[in-house]
T-cell receptor, first 109, second 115 residues
């Protein structure tokens, strides 16, 4: 069936480096994509979203790229900080919102 | 404005019992979605309610049910609890629901432990 998935379960980066978290989706009809950050003991927190009529969207220190040709989504975090350590989920939305498995980002000081 | 509120935060139940979880969405939001989160399965969609009607349902057995009230507050119920139902149950509210592709805000979840 259709699914959303993440390429890597864990990612470790040095403080100050840029991070890239990837996501593959299989429902070509999905038209809205969201990245969430979940810290331990908390619910997922919205980071940034992008609609299917866009290829790129930038926020504060974060950029989401959407490649509809290969059904790929990525989240780029610039100058990664210790506070960015969390699990990151991508989600695709068509009739309902479906989440990927999540990537745990660890930032080393 | 107040965020999404889920109660209780923690719950311990025995196998075979039933449980009811509550979610109060952000004021003005009409859509409430429920998710089950476990280490092995990640975030799994349970169902979505919009204006008191179940609009979408995930692949969970009939033991999992829900409802939404006229004030948009939602409850989910799990009957005949099994050990595998132990999880963090999250609800998310949004303005128009998935149909309108609007951002969903999550509560902190209810941690259910079945013993």
């Amino acid at each position: 069936g259709e699914s959303v998935g993440l390429h890597l379960p864990t990612l470790s980066v040095q403080e100050g480096d840029n991070s890239i978290i990837n996501c593959a989706y299989s429902n070509s009809a999905s038209d809205y994509f969201i990245w969430y950050k979940q810290e331990s003991g908390k619910g997922p927190q919205f980071i940034i979203d992008i609609r299917s009529n866009m290829d790129k969207r930038q926020g504060q220190r974060v950029t989401v790229l959407l490649n509809k040709t290969v059904k790929h989504l990525s989240l780029q975090i610039a100058a990664t900080q210790p506070g960015d350590s969390a699990v990151y989920f991508c989600a695709e939305n068509k009739d309902d919102m479906r989440f990927g498995a999540g990537t745990r980002l660890t930032v080393k000081p | 404005k107040a965020g999404v509120t889920q109660t209780p935060r923690y719950l311990i139940k025995t196998r075979g019992q039933q449980v009811t979880l509550s979610c109060s969405p952000i004021s003005g939001h009409r859509s409430v979605s429920w998710y089950q989160q476990t280490p092995g399965q990640g975030l799994q969609f349970l169902f979505e309610y919009f204006s008191e009607t179940q609009r979408n349902k995930g692949n969970f057995p009939g033991r999992f049910s829900g409802r939404q009230f006229s004030n948009s507050r939602s409850e989910m119920n799990v009957s005949t609890l099994e050990l595998g139902d132990s999880a963090l149950y999250l609800c998310a509210s949004s303005l128009g629901g998935s149909f309108y592709n609007t951002e969903a805000f999550f509560g902190q979840g209810t941690r259910l432990t079945v013993v």
